[in-house]
């Protein structure tokens, strides 16, 4: 099964208005550049960095589903029932998904440990801290303005994984 059946599958449903991407350019990040300091940063950072670039590959499923909690959860639940793929597919791919949202924003909170561990890498804590900020964490764990919080939350990963590839520690 190729990526485009599944999702082919999900724009036949009728519950499915759009499904979308991000056309991101992920960096890839030299971690051997880092010299972190302590092993939870050593053991943590290439996860880290791993969660923001899956995370950026999630797919948004729009959907029509006015009680979003009931009416949804009867369609999973239907759709669970199809054994063609299509449900654990998106179940992996939905950037709308908490557990995949869970990995992001788990992500910037380790992150900001491992910031809070080693000072040298000071420079990257605007980005961590604009997440805190701007409320967006909590935004989404009420569940208001899900799509574009989540959005949002994808540009931020996006920008900060760019600092990490330009990261230079003989900057400093």
């Known amino acids: 099964m190729t990526e485009i059946d599944p999702i082919m599958s999900l724009l036949e449903s009728q519950h499915i208005q759009r ?15 880092f010299d972190l300091q302590d092993q939870y940063s050593q053991d943590r950072f ?32 239907e759709l669970s029932k199809i054994d063609d793929g ?4 998106y179940q992996e791919t939905s950037a709308l998904r908490g557990n995949n949202i869970g990995g992001l924003t788990g992500a910037f909170n380790s992150l900001n440990r491992i910031i809070g561990r080693n000072p040298e890498l000071d420079d990257l804590r605007p980005y961590v801290q604009a997440v805190r ?7 989404l764990q009420s569940g208001t303005e899900t ?20 990261y230079n520690p003989n900057k400093r």
């Not at 996860?47 to 009680?67: A, S």
């Open 46 to 77: 290439p996860t880290v960095i791993e969660d923001l670039q899956k995370g950026l590959k999630k797919i948004f499923y729009i959907d029509d589903f006015e009680n979003h909690i009931t009416e949804r959860r009867k369609w999973k639940q």
């Open 147 to 166: 799509e574009a919080t989540v959005a949002e939350l994808h540009q931020r990963s996006y920008d900060l994984l760019v600092a990490l590839s330009e």
């Open 19 to 33: 499904i979308y991407r991000g056309l991101w350019d992920i960096p890839e990040i030299d971690i051997d550049k």
């Open 133 to 139: 900020e701007t409320g967006l964490i909590d935004r």
């Open 86 to 89: 299509v449900f654990p597919f």
